[in-house]
């Protein structure tokens, strides 16, 4: 899932085969980012310790205030995916908003996929939109209910590799629902897209 493409809030996932009690974004070692956009700001909890590369990636493009002036710019809903679709999805997705005629400040990552992080798509969870693996950027979804589709296996995207969840959204989901209710029946891309203004480090909780 890039910018026109996904091909085609809520418990903090937990590592495969492991149970926690943590409170989400209370974990050791988390990081708190919010963001703000024109509907309001939300809360996205990270953890290096589950995807260190795509986390540290995220991380980079908050510290550089590369994700200022971004946008909420692609909104996917069960009635704007046609009949084709197979396996619908529900995600909200924002970042740089690069599309095709801008290059990325940073390279692209490596691919970590849920079979390696242990991570899923669950409601509130955010993941790395992307084309080919290895491709993902500054571009990012927030899955609104579960998502199974999109782990490692699923069926959304053709590679079956499905998409790197990283974050968790553990405040603010009243302005992801509010910006997931702004999607409309006959595109993805609603018009004029909705803006980010800012994102930046919150909180770290020390472990």
């Known amino acids: 899932m890039q910018r026109r493409t996904l091909l085609s809030l809520s418990a903090w996932p937990l590592a495969a085969g492991c149970a926690s009690s943590s409170t989400p974004g209370t974990e050791p070692?988390?990081?708190?980012?919010?963001?703000d956009t024109a509907l309001g700001s939300f809360t996205i909890a990270v953890n290096p310790a589950r995807a260190p590369i795509t986390v540290a990636n995220y991380l980079a493009h908050v510290d550089a205030a590369l994700l200022d002036g971004g946008s909420v710019y692609r909104i996917v809903r069960p009635e704007n995916q046609g009949p084709e679709t197979r396996h619908k999805i529900e995600?909200?997705?924002?970042g740089m908003n690069l599309g095709s005629e801008r290059k990325p400040p940073r390279p692209p990552i490596a691919h970590e996929t849920?079979?390696?992080t242990g991570l899923r798509h669950l409601d509130g969870t955010v993941s790395m939109a992307r084309l080919a693996p290895g491709s993902a950027t500054a571009e990012y979804f927030i899955c609104i209910g579960a998502q199974p589709e999109l782990d490692f296996g699923g069926r959304r995207n053709p590679d079956g590799q499905g998409f790197a969840a990283f974050g968790q959204v553990v405040a603010g989901r009243e302005v992801v629902q509010a910006l997931y209710a702004r999607g409309v029946a006959d595109t993805q891309y609603p018009k004029p897209p909705i803006a980010v203004l800012r994102v930046r480090r919150a909180a770290a909780v020390r472990g």
């Not at 995600?91 to 924002?94: A, I, T």
């Open 29 to 35: 070692g988390t990081v708190l980012t919010q963001v």
């Open 91 to 94: 995600v909200v997705q924002w």
């Open 114 to 116: 849920t079979a390696m």
